[in-house]
């Protein structure tokens, strides 16, 4: 399949290790915000979001912070397992926008 | 559950040919939208449609255009072909036709422009 994410940063990680991916968005207005998960050949998938009036959420495994201040979010992934390894994307949009603008991506990997 | 489901898979056209990607949301989705990701970048927004009505426009060529119809699928037609042009080409569909609705996204459509 593509091969997604040749000169992406990477984070590499011990399997069971928590990782901490973060992401520097552009916009002050943005009010809404996806972590996106793309393994190669596929499309992104949906991780978790949060909205601006938050400034931390839980899901499963993951946990997503956002820095208004310093325009900053963080997606953090407990006991990381070898199907965590991955590109992650953070992206951005509004209210008002049918667009939402993507971040530059980290390659995770985990080491067994 | 039912996923967004894009064809072609792969296609592969010569310089100045034209190419057709379809893209069939998620049911009930009313908003698709449309990227490019070329090897090693993030996905760039081409185009989005709502209710059958382009609602936002993004980097998309002139090149380029797309609709979405009354089943909500929706096209993406790409005539003269570059050599640039080669990339993955994503949609995406979600429910509610402002931002705070995640997006989500096909297997995408690699092309390749020889």
């Known amino acids: 399949g593509e091969s997604v994410g040749l000169h992406l940063p990477t984070l590499s990680v011990q399997e069971g290790d928590n990782s901490i991916i973060n992401c520097a968005y552009s916009?002050?207005?943005?009010?809404?915000f996806i972590w996106y998960k793309q393994e190669s050949g596929k499309g992104p998938q949906f991780i978790i979001d949060?909205?601006?009036?938050?400034d931390k959420r839980q899901g499963q495994r993951v946990t997503v912070l956002l820095n208004k201040t310093v325009k900053h979010l963080s997606l953090q992934i407990a006991a990381t397992q070898p199907g965590d390894s991955a590109v992650y994307f953070c992206a951005e949009t509004t209210d008002s926008s049918y667009k939402l603008i993507f971040g530059s991506g980290t390659r995770l990997l985990v080491r067994p | 559950a039912a996923g967004v489901i894009q064809s072609p898979r792969h296609l592969i056209k010569e310089k100045r040919e034209t190419a057709t990607l379809k893209c069939y949301p998620i049911?009930?989705?009313?908003?698709v939208y449309w990227y490019q990701q070329g090897p090693g970048q993030d996905p760039q927004f081409l185009i989005s449609?709502?209710?059958?009505?382009?609602?936002d426009k993004g980097s998309i060529p002139d090149r380029f255009s797309a609709q979405q119809f009354s089943d909500y699928h929706s096209e993406l037609n790409m005539s003269s072909l570059e050599l640039g042009d080669s990339a993955l080409y994503f949609c995406?569909?979600?429910?509610?036709?402002?931002?705070?609705?995640?997006?989500?996204f096909g297997n995408g459509t690699r092309l390749t422009v020889t």
């Open positions: 049911p009930r989705h009313d908003t």
């Open positions: 995406a569909s979600s429910s509610s036709g402002t931002g705070h609705s995640p997006l989500h």
């Open positions: 916009n002050s207005a943005s009010d809404y």
């Open positions: 949060i909205r601006s009036n938050m």
């Open positions: 449609f709502y209710e059958k009505m382009q609602s």
